[in-house]
């Protein structure tokens, strides 16, 4: 049990690689379902660290202790390396453990344990084996992480079964390829691989190479993934969304290793995309915009708050830029005025389902739809906003005047706001004459409150009926001061000498 324990968490390569790279102060990331796990690992990993530095004393004379940290309750998404939580204890690098996105970090070198899930390699390869035997197309097989110790054994499962099977021709089989457990932070946001980049090898042969939440595997030239059929190995969760989402042009079935069955049905999954669209032609009619930063460690979500920030005042709306760690309904009715937010976080937790918020939480790639005038969904969608980033810019708000623009919710043509710099230009006191003539609450027919037009908080909360305490500014002078009750609130000391 205790080897099994080890190989799980994967102590002798993690001590290896805090060893190998003299790293003083660690901190061990876990999620809150391996929390309980935390002393034990600790505990095996420091006997292995003594181990080898045992080692090294009786060659240099010397031995240096490892701090070793446990982290939890992450500020974000728990499948993101915690960089500012490690930065509190001044670590050098992060163990993560557990479901991880694996989003490029910033600042600080990262080994990741996934865990090994237990999976019945036989009846995923007979599964696969009918599968890919009932289709003309070939098969690329993605997977959850923590499933990766496996894929070694079931490609070798595969290729008994096919050489055992006299059908011709053989049924063509492609894996990704399982990704290092070692990141280094990238310096360069703009050199970090997107989600597809042309690739030429050593031989001369050149083609598409893909990755998508750790995983990579490279096309020939002049193929697609669409002329492919996918095979997820894995559970129903994020990552799984993440695949479904943006190849969603690609017929894919998943195997439930779990419940060692095949599951074809991913209509629920399909209709998320319906639901995205929706909330792009939500934003389209938002007049302020909320950024929520839903990251402080992936490499580059500076870079995309910025370029958000020039795309929304591009196209004459008012930006905010929020920080709250994880949202929720609470948190974002704090801030009723904003008609939209846009989510930048990693791939794996962009996608909110806000049907209890207020207001529509939609992500970057959807906002860039959105807000650039002219643009059109084609049906491809992107997930990681480091893809944006290599992009090249759309030009917003160029024209001077620019036509009434169709809005599909409110059924006519709308205009929208003149561009940022001009309403900045405005005087303060003409701005709140103007806002007091439009209505900004509005009731309809059933008595419930309606969203006006406002341009930005200040002119939001210049119409609220209600504005926090303020002080009378009539009377200036001193109020007198009363004498509360003293006691308990059993007994006041006024209501005991009234009994007695």
Known sequence: MAMDFESNYDIAASA?????????????????????????????????????KKIDATESGHETNVGLFVMADTAYGSCCVDEVGASHINADCVIHYGHTCFSPTTTLPSFFVFGKASICVA???ESMSKYALTNSKPIMVLFGLEYAHSMQQIKEALLESSMSCRLDPKPEVYFADVPSSVMFPSKDIKKIKGLQELACGCNGESGTTYSIGGLTWKLPQGQSMDDYLL?????????????VLTFNTCEIVR??????????????QRRILKRRYYLVERAKDANIVGILVGTLGVAGYLHIINQMKELIT??????????????????????????????????????????????????????????????????????????????????????????????FLKGGYIEDFENQENVEQEKEALA??????????????SNALMKGNAKSGAEFLANRSYQGL???SENTSPEPYLIGRRGRASGYEDENNKQT
């Open 16 to 52: 290896q690689f805090i060893h190998t790279h003299n790293f003083n102060r660690v901190a061990l990331q876990f999620p809150d379902n391996l929390l309980k796990d935390s002393t034990r690992v600790v505990t095996a990993l420091r006997k292995r660290l003594q181990s080898l």
């Open 123 to 125: 009846d995923c390869v």
């Open 231 to 243: 095979f997820w190995i894995g559970l129903d969760d994020s990552a799984f969304a993440n695949v």
């Open 255 to 268: 195997y439930d290793a779990n419940e060692n069955q095949m599951v074809t049905d991913l209509f629920q």
């Open 314 to 407: 591009g196209a004459g709306k008012k930006a905010y830029t929020l920080v709250m760690g994880k949202p929720n309904p609470a948190k974002l009715a704090n801030f009723p005025e904003c008609d939209v937010f846009i989510y930048v976080s990693c791939a794996q937790t962009a996608l909110l389902d806000s049907k209890e918020y207020l207001a529509p939480v939609i992500t970057p790639y959807e906002a860039m739809i959105a807000f650039n005038r002219g643009s059109q969904w084609t049906g491809a969608y992107v997930m990681e906003f480091r893809d944006l980033i290599n992009l090249p810019q759309m030009e917003v708000g160029d024209q001077e005047e620019e036509e009434a623009r169709f809005s």
């Open 432 to 445: 709140l004459v103007n806002a007091t003539e439009k209505a900004l609450q509005l009731r309809n027919n």
């Open 470 to 472: 303020n002080m009378p």
